[in-house]
């Protein structure tokens, strides 16, 4: 069965490093996403991403944050200079289209801000 | 704007009891109202999904949700709890009208854990 895969499956970073999550779509899906879930809270919506552009983008996702199709397979999320608040599970997604369609979701890249 | 409440952060039931996990929530346009599940270490699955058509959605592994407009409520629900269900739900809701359905709103989470 197809499956959107994130790579690491865990990461730790100084604070002010850059950071780089990996994300691998269901090969024919045209929509990507990137949420994340700090420990003990919600699962927030970062970003959305369709034909090489952002679609949507939260309030959280700030000028530190960028996401890239860099070679039509990979979907990354950069975080240019991290802070010991992004410590948090980020989670990618892919859908075929939007509307009445399901997203699948990554295991998750455990994000750790030391 | 939406937002989406779970009621209980951890809900412990018996094998083979009622499973009940409550949502309500709250949209300005008529929803379009989600179950995930998470497995311990593992991504989120969709369990199932209310599109407007049906108000009763039937998911996968038994489980099944019923839409309630009077009381903003999409609570799920399964006959009778397996060891395999024990797992963290999610309750999401879409955040746009017409559903770009990638970008959903989601519940703190509920820990379901089955007793033998």
């Known amino acids: 069965e197809p499956e959107v895969t994130q790579t690491p499956s865990h990461q730790v970073t100084q604070m002010g490093q850059e950071v780089i999550l990996r994300c691998v779509p269901i090969s024919n899906h045209l929509y990507f996403y990137w949420y994340r879930q700090i420990l003990g809270q919600k699962v927030e919506f970062l970003v959305s991403?369709?034909?090489?552009?952002?679609?949507?983008k939260s309030e959280i996702f700030d000028d530190q944050f960028s996401v890239e199709r860099p070679d039509g397979s990979n979907f990354t999320l950069k975080i240019r200079s991290t802070k010991l608040e992004d410590s948090a599970m980020y989670f990618c997604?892919?859908?075929?289209?939007?509307?009445?369609?399901?997203?699948?979701f990554g295991q998750g890249t455990r994000l750790t801000v030391v | 704007a939406q937002s989406v409440t779970q009621l209980g952060s951890h809900v412990s039931v018996s094998e083979g009891a009622l499973v009940l996990l409550r949502c309500n929530y709250s949209?300005?346009?008529?929803?379009?109202l989600f179950w995930y599940v998470q497995y311990p270490n593992q991504g989120l699955q969709l369990l199932l999904k209310y599109t407007s058509a049906a108000t009763l959605v039937k998911g996968i592994n038994g489980f099944e949700a019923e839409f309630k407009k009077s009381e903003t409520s999409f609570h799920l629900t399964k006959p009778s709890a397996h060891m395999s269900d024990a797992a963290e739900y999610f309750c999401?809701?879409?955040?746009?009208?017409?559903?770009?359905?990638?970008?959903?709103?989601f519940g703190k989470g509920t820990k379901l854990s089955v007793k033998p």
């Open positions: 999401a809701v879409s955040a746009n009208y017409g559903g770009s359905q990638g970008n959903l709103i």
């Open positions: 949209s300005s346009v008529p929803p379009y």
């Open positions: 991403f369709y034909n090489n552009e952002i679609s949507e």
């Open positions: 997604a892919s859908s075929v289209v939007t509307v009445n369609t399901e997203a699948f």
